[in-house]
């Protein structure tokens, strides 16, 4: 929010300097970003003065050139050499003398020198309208009025008036606070609570408001009285367009907005003086001189002030003429054909309060974030909208020549009640920490505009201004007594009783910096990447399920990241297109779901990413691919730091990978992992193998916490290994291996372990050998060779029964 100190010292009725304005400011909660200096031209036309043109004659050596003499009010005039056509003795001109520097409009500033102009000495400038900054002009110097005095200084003759600019950070509850006269209200308050004395705000409303003359009236329907509950208007005749007086367009200008025309500069100077938008519509463009606010059907073309065609939402706040066509997005935009021009000579001024989630939803369907929108998306004060007017009515008709054509049109079906609170004096002490007096806290209120309706010894009833549509709660009224009475004033106890929270996610923490920490021992690093990603990267069947965004930041960046594989490749591209070949990524993330209308679902995830080479080679060891059994281990190294050890693995059945398993406990899976499908890369220019593995976080830690944590004793006797090597089909997997062994269900075998596959013809057609490593160990006693083989028989007879194996001898 942008604050004129001078604009805003008009409403109060005491001087302040703007450093302590700042402090106050910050004080009330109105917290000053930042505030500067501005002046009204650049420079401030510092060290310039009046001249008055004594003597000209003609340049002896040159004919466009003119020598002349000219008095600033020295001891003897200055000879200075001018090319402007006009210049003539008797004129009273602005002198840039010897040592001043000039800030022209455009270009560099230029400080004076003596310079010597085709032979002739020249002791400074006789400035354009342009080299002052004062204004555009440059067909000639600029030539003063008569009165104009030789040696005034070029700033007191101006009146140049160098200003503060204040940039206040608001919260979002604050809208009370977007005007210059809301910044006031809280200063008065601020300092008559603090100075025991009352320091009223200087109002500019005037009482001289009175119709001129009956005009064709125009008459109001409001259909949707729920998105407007009131709308006031008046007509306003034989206006004159044209461009605003020096200090309106320098009130503009302060405030970092743009002069366009009177009645436009008029309508936003209400804007930010009072915190109400307004509206001005062409009177002789209101067919059937009737104004409606309605909702149009879906899709209704619309075109806006900036000659953009936009299709209506059902749900758009409309201001329509007598034959319902659209002339006004309510509250955001105006229409093209609608709107003042510089032919418009009859205007038709509304002032309107419209419903905060209208006017947000249809500024950011539409994207047109305005500043009267920003404003009605917050509330506005809905008691207002007359008096606003008839403030703006006026300005129009001494500002634009015009007259008022008609009485106040104020159409307000349903008035609204003030809000009613109640304070407890000790809920009050118990949430500021400090024990105010019932008369302190009554002072502060009534200064800040709630009207006392009740006061008893322990508590206060009080309406709340409608300027302040955020309160509705106790807490409301402290933070508004608190904020007056300066939070700086508020006692630091002595002693702080606190109750220690019970931390109910350390285990969770602990896992997630534990995981991490482990794979960026491994050469890993960590990523975040944006969890906004593009539509095109997925199928329908996915898109039916994703959180679409209603307002995307861009074509690219419209909807919540289903799934983590595609944001993950895109950073790996990056890599890969700066010559990165060699990597291993992770990053805990969320994906987004929906399974119907306002129904969400965030599913936390860590996902790996590696490609290239795990090590490159060199004179002592060769080169290391990443492959499927690189991922898997780093993957069992997760589970295990997790405690999690009894899982089962089957074949992954996902799209987006070529091949790959799936790790579930008790049907539920909690991890999917390996080689992504080509295409997928290919779809970002990544021409090398990637290695993806998802784990379900969630899951994984709902099954982590439920592992109680334990030891075993180390056994005293020796465990017995035995080696088998059997013959199989050569599509049989692995799996079935351990499938078999587990159905045998020998209680002291320890492990099982594959450390060869032998292929060979001589195996037979179709035939392959694994070689199995089995581990037994008995905790009670030393194993017996009768018991391993016994052990190892059950085995084999297993493998000949299920796999159809041939034990090699």
């Known amino acids: 929010m942008t604050i004129s100190y001078n604009w805003l010292c008009e409403y109060l009725p005491v001087n302040i300097t703007p450093e302590k304005l700042a402090v106050i400011l910050t004080s009330l909660g109105l917290e000053v970003e930042s505030f500067e200096e501005k002046e009204a031209v650049k420079g401030g036309l510092k060290g310039l003065v009046i001249g008055q043109v004594l003597e000209t004659e003609k340049h002896p050596n040159a004919d466009k050139l003119r020598l002349t003499k000219v008095d600033t009010g020295g001891e003897k005039p200055l000879q200075i050499v001018c090319g402007a056509p006009n210049v003539a003795a008797g004129q009273k001109v602005v002198v840039a003398p010897v040592g001043s520097t000039i800030y022209p409009g455009k270009g560099e500033p230029v400080t004076m020198k003596v310079a010597k102009i085709r032979g002739i000495e020249s002791y400074g400038m006789i400035c354009a309208e342009d080299e002052t900054g004062l204004g555009n002009n440059h067909e000639g110097i600029m030539v003063l009025a008569d009165d104009a005095k030789p040696g005034t200084a070029a700033a007191a003759y101006f009146k140049l008036q160098s200003d503060w600019i204040y940039e206040i950070g608001l919260t979002p509850n604050r809208m009370d606070a977007m005007s210059h006269l809301g910044v006031a209200k809280d200063v008065c308050a601020y300092l008559s609570v603090h100075e025991k004395k009352?320091?009223?705000?200087?109002?500019?409303?005037?009482?001289?408001?009175?119709?001129?003359?009956?005009?064709?009236?125009?008459?109001?329907?409001?259909?949707?009285?729920?998105?407007?509950?009131?709308?006031?208007?008046?007509?306003?005749?034989?206006?004159?367009?044209?461009?605003?007086?020096?200090?309106?367009?320098?009130?503009?200008?302060?405030?970092?907005?743009?002069?366009?025309?009177?009645?436009?500069?008029?309508?936003?100077?209400?804007?930010?003086?009072?915190?109400?938008?307004?509206?001005?519509?062409?009177?002789?463009?209101?067919?059937?001189?009737?104004?409606?606010?309605?909702?149009?059907?879906e899709?209704?073309?619309?075109?806006?002030?900036?000659?953009?065609?936009?299709?209506?939402?059902?749900?758009?706040?409309?201001?329509?003429?007598?034959?319902?066509?659209?002339?006004?997005?309510?509250?955001?935009?105006?229409?093209?054909?609608?709107?003042?021009?510089?032919?418009?000579?009859?205007?038709?001024?509304?002032?309107?309060?419209?419903?905060?989630?209208?006017?947000?939803?249809?500024?950011?369907?539409?994207?047109?974030?305005?500043?009267?929108?920003?404003?009605?998306?917050?509330?506005?004060?809905?008691?207002?909208?007359?008096?606003v007017l008839k403030r703006a009515a006026l300005l129009i008709k001494e500002l634009a020549g015009g007259v008022i054509a008609s009485d106040i049109t104020d159409v307000y079906p349903d008035p609204k009640e003030k809000k009613q609170v109640i304070l407890a004096y000790h809920y009050l002490k118990k949430l500021s920490g400090k024990s105010y007096h019932p008369d302190s806290v009554?002072?502060?209120?009534?200064?800040?505009?709630?009207?006392?309706?009740?006061?008893?010894?322990?508590?206060?009833?009080?309406?709340?201004?409608?300027?302040?549509?955020?309160?509705?709660?106790?807490?409301?009224?402290?933070?508004?007594?608190?904020?007056?009475?300066?939070?700086?004033?508020?006692?630091?106890?002595?002693?702080?009783?606190?109750?220690?929270?019970?931390?109910?996610?350390?285990?969770?923490?602990?896992?997630?910096?534990?995981?991490?920490?482990?794979?960026?021992?491994?050469?890993?690093?960590?990523?975040?990447?944006?969890?906004?990603?593009?539509?095109?990267?997925?199928?329908?069947?996915?898109?039916?399920?994703?959180?679409?965004?209603?307002?995307?930041?861009?074509?690219?960046?419209?909807?919540?990241?289903?799934?983590?594989?595609?944001?993950?490749?895109?950073?790996?591209?990056?890599?890969?297109?700066?010559?990165?070949?060699?990597?291993?990524?992770?990053?805990?993330?969320?994906?987004?779901?929906?399974?119907?209308?306002?129904?969400?679902?965030?599913?936390?995830?860590?996902?790996?990413?590696?490609?290239?080479?795990?090590?490159?080679?060199?004179?002592?060891?060769?080169?290391?691919?990443?492959?499927?059994?690189?991922?898997?281990?780093?993957?069992?190294?997760?589970?295990?730091?997790?405690?999690?050890?009894?899982?089962?693995?089957?074949?992954?059945?996902?799209?987006?990978?070529?091949?790959?398993?799936?790790?579930?406990?008790?049907?539920?899976?909690?991890?999917?992992?390996?080689?992504?499908?080509?295409?997928?890369?290919?779809?970002?220019?990544?021409?090398q193998q990637v290695w993806y593995a998802e784990l379900e976080w969630e899951k994984l830690q709902g099954h982590a916490s439920r592992q109680k944590p334990g030891y075993t004793e180390i056994t005293k006797f020796p465990a017995v290994q035995r080696d088998l090597a059997i013959v199989v089909d050569k599509q049989l997997a692995y799996e079935k291996v351990e499938e078999a062994v587990k159905h045998a269900d020998i209680q002291k075998l320890q492990s099982v372990k594959l450390f060869d596959v032998f292929e060979s013809d001589k195996l037979g057609i179709g035939k392959k050998s694994f070689a199995v490593n089995f581990t037994f160990l008995d905790k009670e006693k030393t194993l017996t060779d009768t018991e391993i083989d016994s052990m190892m028989q059950k085995i084999m007879h297993a493998f000949e029964q299920e796999l159809s194996a041939e034990i090699r001898k």
């Open 198 to 297: 009352d320091y009223p705000v200087k109002y500019p409303y005037s009482n001289n408001f009175k119709k001129d003359r009956q005009g064709n009236t125009i008459e109001v329907k409001i259909e949707n009285q729920t998105a407007c509950e009131r709308y006031s208007s008046v007509r306003i005749d034989n206006v004159t367009i044209k461009e605003s007086p020096g200090w309106l367009q320098q009130r503009i200008r302060s405030i970092g907005l743009r002069p366009i025309s009177n009645i436009v500069d008029i309508t936003n100077f209400i804007l930010h003086e009072t915190g109400q938008p307004l509206h001005a519509f062409d009177a002789d463009r209101i067919k059937r001189n009737t104004v409606i606010v309605k909702n149009l059907p």
């Open 299 to 387: 899709g209704t073309p619309f075109i806006t002030l900036d000659e953009k065609e936009r299709k209506l939402h059902a749900d758009d706040l409309m201001i329509c003429n007598g034959n319902g066509e659209p002339m006004c997005f309510g509250g955001v935009f105006g229409g093209l054909h609608s709107g003042v021009t510089a032919d418009t000579k009859n205007i038709f001024l509304e002032s309107a309060w419209f419903n905060p989630v209208t006017i947000r939803k249809t500024s950011f369907r539409h994207n047109l974030r305005t500043d009267a929108a920003a404003r009605f998306e917050k509330g506005v004060d809905i008691s207002n909208t007359v008096t």
């Open 442 to 687: 009554k002072k502060i209120l009534t200064n800040s505009g709630f009207e006392v309706i009740q006061e008893d010894i322990d508590k206060i009833r009080v309406a709340a201004p409608f300027s302040k549509p955020d309160i509705e709660l106790p807490a409301d009224i402290v933070e508004e007594i608190m904020r007056i009475d300066g939070y700086d004033n508020v006692d630091i106890p002595g002693s702080i009783t606190i109750s220690p929270s019970v931390e109910t996610i350390a285990y969770q923490a602990a896992l997630k910096e534990k995981v991490a920490n482990y794979l960026a021992g491994n050469g890993f690093n960590e990523i975040f990447t944006n969890s906004i990603t593009n539509s095109a990267y997925f199928d329908d069947a996915t898109l039916n399920t994703s959180v679409k965004m209603l307002n995307s930041l861009s074509a690219e960046l419209n909807i919540m990241r289903p799934s983590m594989l595609e944001t993950g490749l895109e950073c790996m591209a990056h890599n890969i297109n700066h010559r990165n070949l060699n990597l291993r990524l992770f990053e805990f993330g969320k994906t987004y779901h929906t399974s119907g209308v306002g129904q969400y679902e965030e599913k936390e995830k860590l996902c790996l990413y590696i490609t290239g080479m795990i090590k490159e080679a060199s004179w002592k060891t060769k080169e290391e691919k990443t492959d499927f059994y690189y991922l898997k281990g780093i993957t069992g190294s997760i589970l295990q730091a997790a405690g999690l050890t009894r899982y089962e693995v089957r074949p992954a059945i996902a799209g987006y990978l070529q091949y790959g398993i799936q790790v579930t406990i008790d049907d539920d899976t909690i991890m999917t992992l390996g080689l992504t499908n080509a295409s997928v890369v290919k779809r970002f220019d990544i021409k």
